[in-house]
């Protein structure tokens, strides 16, 4: 047993996109590991399967900032803290550089940017207070590079934006023990890529993802992770 690694029991952990894909794998690990959830769902009814004395399911719609506020509301009053933030819930739409709206572009920004910058706006305060708050930001690989035109440029943007976003609530939370980590992922197997041309054949299991983030949980503050790239592919410096 490694000592000095940080317990479950007691924290309070919040994941966006709980439903399925990444967030629900993401929800199912930290559920075993022993943590108490708060679990973001457009609709909160496919959150089934948890111990609902210390897992609360409650509507979060990204595009809603009402919806955010409810959310993080509903957690303290249901836990009395915060001590994580697992911002997971994202989309993906083709907006190459010769094709695709300007709307969804506009989408891409509000769910992928616009709903972690207002999650981690409204909880900083509790995970300041917690001690040794945590956040988790799942970028991707897309956040640290343009790989080429078969890309979705929107989506790129939005995590490129992910990222610098994950650097600046490490600024605002680092003194307070906050600590700050931009999950990289290459590909997962999940809806969000189902079918995709472009994408890479090779894939992750989303509990890989899950199991990453459990162990980013058990880091004490003088072991900061800001950005973990996890590939499925050969790439320089990725
Ligand atoms: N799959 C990959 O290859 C990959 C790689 C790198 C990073 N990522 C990132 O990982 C995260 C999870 O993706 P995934 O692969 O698990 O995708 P997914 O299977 O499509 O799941 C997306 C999740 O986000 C939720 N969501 C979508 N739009 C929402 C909105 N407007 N408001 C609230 N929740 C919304 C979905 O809820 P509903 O069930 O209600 O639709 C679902 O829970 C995303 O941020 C994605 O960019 C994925």
Redesign the pocket.
Same mark, same amino acid.
């Given at each position: 047993m490694v000592e000095g690694l940080l317990k479950p029991a007691g924290r309070v952990i919040m994941i966006?996109? &709980?439903?399925?894909?990444?967030? #629900?794998a993401i929800a199912k690990r930290l559920h075993s590991d022993g943590y108490t959830l708060s679990l973001g &769902?457009?609709?909160p009814r496919?959150l089934a399967g948890y111990d609902t004395r210390r897992t609360l399911a409650a509507r979060?719609? #990204?595009?809603d900032a009402g919806s955010a506020e409810a959310w993080v509301d509903a957690t303290v009053e249901c836990f009395g803290r915060i001590d994580g933030l697992i911002n997971? #819930?994202?989309? *993906?739409r083709m907006v190459r550089f010769d094709d695709g709206e300007e709307a969804a572009m506009t989408e891409l920004w509000d /769910?992928?940017v616009m &709903?972690p910058f207002r999650l981690l706006r409204l909880t900083m305060p509790h995970l300041r207070k917690a001690g040794h708050g945590r956040i988790v930001n799942? #970028?991707?690989?897309d956040a640290k590079r343009y790989r080429d035109a078969s890309s979705s440029v929107g989506y790129v943007m939005t995590?490129h934006a992910l990222l610098a976003l994950s650097h600046a609530a490490k600024f605002a939370g680092w003194d307070d023990g906050v600590r700050v980590t931009a999950l990289m +992922?290459? &590909? /997962?197997e999940?809806? *969000?890529?189902s079918g995709l041309a472009g994408v890479a054949t090779t894939?992750m299991r +989303?509990d890989i993802i899950a199991h990453t983030v459990s162990f980013l949980l058990t880091l004490p503050d003088e072991a900061s992770v800001a950005e973990l790239p996890i590939n499925t592919r050969l790439e320089p410096s990725l």
């Open positions: 966006s996109g &709980a439903s399925r894909g990444i967030g #629900a &769902a457009r609709d496919t979060f719609e #990204a595009k997971n #819930a994202g989309i *993906l /769910v992928n &709903a799942i #970028a991707s690989t995590k +992922p290459g &590909a /997962v999940t809806g *969000l890529i894939r +989303p």
